[in-house]
């Protein structure tokens, strides 16, 4: 590839970790008055309407293929953000951070076992080990705090493993379709499988709350950015990329939520949570880097 379209990749992951690191603070505030099952459809809902409205046309599918689109809806929105809602509310926010980040651990492994051009290299696994590490300084931020839930901590895991799947399955069907009309098909079918469990809930929704104009802001904000836009740019990253690399950006967004923390809610920032920070750096850097960059007396 060359050099344009991988800095173009490399960027485009950047900006959208930026974002989702960015939708913990957002969510923060919608929490206050949603439950997390409202916060979900309201925000799938607006990225749909938001897609169709960029590109209105309906192109037929293939039935085979809508069964992967509603295994991707149930992976990479529905399963994936209740089991990390509810490991929230049954673990440590430590614990749920921790384990949600091994995701690209994850990832690599499964891209390993079912893909041809993405086996595991050593720059890979040093750079993962690096960024996990540093995603555990910046989560625990000088409060060393571990308390295990084993059904709480599973479904984190669980939460993991869905965006694992979610980006295997991706992998295997983006060249095949338009970008948008593929993001398009994922959040209606996140919106299908989340309906369910919304009305086992059954809790009225308070649209009076959005009076507030900075709850308005943040579902919007949550929907058509954070879920519409930045579910779809993140596709260019992995057709470039591939779903190893793309995915260790997600050792940043601990990050990105610690300083827009410090920043809006003034949490503190402790030295243990600089160096995580310059660790994950390094992780991503590594991980991206040329195969033989950790190999001694060689040159590319």
């Known amino acids: 590839m060359d050099r344009k379209s991988k800095f173009w990749a490399h960027f485009t992951a950047l900006i959208t970790i930026i974002v989702w690191g960015s939708t913990f603070i957002a969510s923060r505030f919608m929490l206050d008055c949603f439950t997390p099952l409202q916060v979900m459809i309201m925000r799938f809902l607006l990225a749909y309407i938001v897609l169709v409205l960029i590109k209105p046309k309906f192109t037929k599918i293939i039935w085979k293929d809508e069964v992967i689109f509603i295994l991707m809806g149930l992976t990479g929105c529905s399963l994936y953000f209740i089991a990390e809602y509810k490991a929230l509310t049954m673990t440590s926010a430590s614990n749920v951070s921790i384990i949600v980040a091994s995701s690209p651990i994850l990832i690599a492994l499964l891209a390993h076992i079912f893909t041809k051009d993405e086996k595991l290299k050593i720059n890979t696994i040093a750079g993962f080990v690096i960024a996990f590490v540093g995603v555990a300084f910046v989560v625990f931020n000088g409060t060393f705090i571990l308390k295990l839930n084993p059904l709480g901590d599973l479904l984190a895991f669980l939460s993991a493993l869905s965006w694992a799947v979610y980006s295997l399955i991706l992998k295997k069907i983006i060249n095949r379709y338009d970008n948008i009309l593929l993001i398009r098909k994922v959040m209606f079918y996140g919106i299908v499988t989340t309906a369910p469990f919304l009305l086992l ?31 779809m740019i993140w596709n260019i990253p992995v057709r470039t990329l591939g779903i190893t690399i793309t995915n260790s950006y997600i050792y940043a967004i601990p990050f990105v939520t610690m300083i827009l923390a410090a920043t809006l809610l003034k949490e503190k920032i402790t030295a243990l949570g600089v160096l995580g920070a310059m660790l994950i750096i390094l992780g991503v850097v590594i991980t991206g880097s040329p195969k033989n960059l950790l190999k001694t007396g060689k040159s590319k």
């Open 201 to 231: 809930e059954g809790k009225p929704f308070d649209f009076a709350a959005f009076s507030d104009p900075k709850l308005i802001i943040s579902i919007l904000f949550l929907g058509v950015v954070g879920s519409g836009l930045c579910y």
